[in-house]
C-alpha cells in the first residue's frame, strides 16, 4: 500500500558519540521528536491581553483579540502548544496603531516573545488589508495614505526582523480595489494604483526592509481571478515567497475532493502553499445563501454534542487531505477557543469554558500521535548507529539534537557526561 504521507517522512542514520568523541556500541538510548518541520499553526490572538497586558487605548477588543475568560494563561498555553508550532498575531493597522503615531509595540513584541521563548514561530497578518483600518486614515489623499502605507511596513517588519519573520504581506488584495463593506483609505489607494502595484509595494517594502522574511500573498478568493492576480503579479517579476488560501467552512466542510483540485491548481505555480485561514464549525451550519460570511451576525451561535461530533471527523478529513498533497507547507487553524472567535462561529477546538472539545483531542491525535515518533528506547549497533525513521523534523537522542530532513541521511549526536 502507498504511504500517503511518504513526501513528509525520512530515515537517517545517527551515530552515537559518547563524550570523548568515540562511537557508542549496543547502547540503549532515547529518541524522541521535539518539532514537526510542517508548520502546525494557530492563531495566538487569545494570547495579546493575558501576556502583553490590557489595550492601552481603551478602545473595544477585535474578534479574537482578549483572551477566553474562561481559562488561564498557564492552562490555555499549554493546550495551544499541545498542538501546534506556529502562532500568527494580529498586525490589523487600526487596532494596532488606533492614534497616529502610538503602535502597540509593547504588547505585540510580549506576546511574540512569549510564543518564541517556547519554541514557536511568529507570523504577523496581515501587513496590508482594506478592512480594521485606523479612523485617522480618512480624508488623506491616496498619496498619502501610500506614504503611510510604505513606512508602516517598513517600520513592522524591521522592527520585529529575527522575532517575526514570516508575513501576510498583503490580505484579500483580490476585492481590495472594489470593496464597499465600509469606508477605509486602502480601497481608493488600490483602486488608483491597481492590484499589481499593491502587491508589489507590499512584497518590495517588506522584501527591503527584511530580506530574509517569508512574505504571503493571501486571499479567500479561491476562483480563477486569485490565478490571475498570482500569474500577473508573477509576471510582473514580485517575488512571492508563498500563497495563501483561506478556507472559513462555516457553511459545512468542502469536502477532499473540492480541496484536492483547489490545491492542485494553485500547486501549478510551484510555489508552497499556505492554508492561512481554516475553520469548521461545531455547531449549526451557516445557511448556504450566505455569500459574504461577514452578513451572518446572530445573538449566539453555540457549540452542540452533534456539531463537535462532525467537527472532530471533519477536522481529521481535512488535515489528512491537505497534509497529503506535497504543495502544503502549513495549515494554520483560526482559532483556539470559542470565546471571541470571528463572527461568533463556534468554531474552536476549546470551548469557551476551557473545556476541550473532540477536535481537539482527534487532531492530537494526528499531530502527537500517528504523525509524531514518541519517546523510544533503541540501541545503537556495532558501529554506534541506528537508524530513525519520522516525520520531518527535530529530534533528540538523550536531549541531544538531531533533524530528520529532505535530503540528509546522516547525522551524529554527542551524549554528555551524566
Known sequence: MTDPYAHRRGQVTVTVLGPDGD???GRVVTVAQKRHAFAFGNIGFDFVRPVGGADPSEAAEVEGFGGSSGIGLDELGELWLGLFNTATLPFYWGR?????????????TATARWFAERGVTVKGHPLVWHTVQPSW?????????ETLLRRRIRDLVSGFAGLIDTWDAINEA???PVFENGENAITPLARARGRIAMVRLA??????ANPSATLVLNDFDLTSAYECLIEGVLEAGVQIDAIGLQTHMHQGYRGEEYMRKMLDRFARYGLPLHLTESTIVSGHLMPPEIRDLNDYQIPSWPTTEEGEARQADEIVRHYRSLVEHPAVQSINYWGITDDGAWLGAPVGLIRSDGTKKPSYDRLAELIKGEWWVPPTEMRTDENGKMVVHGFYGDYTVEDEPFAVRPGETEASVRLRDR
Open 96 to 108: 494596532y496603531e488606533p492614534r497616529r503615531g502610538a503602535p502597540d509595540v509593547k504588547r505585540l
Open 203 to 208: 512584497f518590495e517594502e517588506a522584501r527591503a
Open 23 to 25: 562511537p557508542v556500541a
Open 137 to 145: 486614515l480618512l480624508g488623506l489623499d491616496v498619496d498619502e495614505v
Open 174 to 176: 483580490v476585492i481590495m
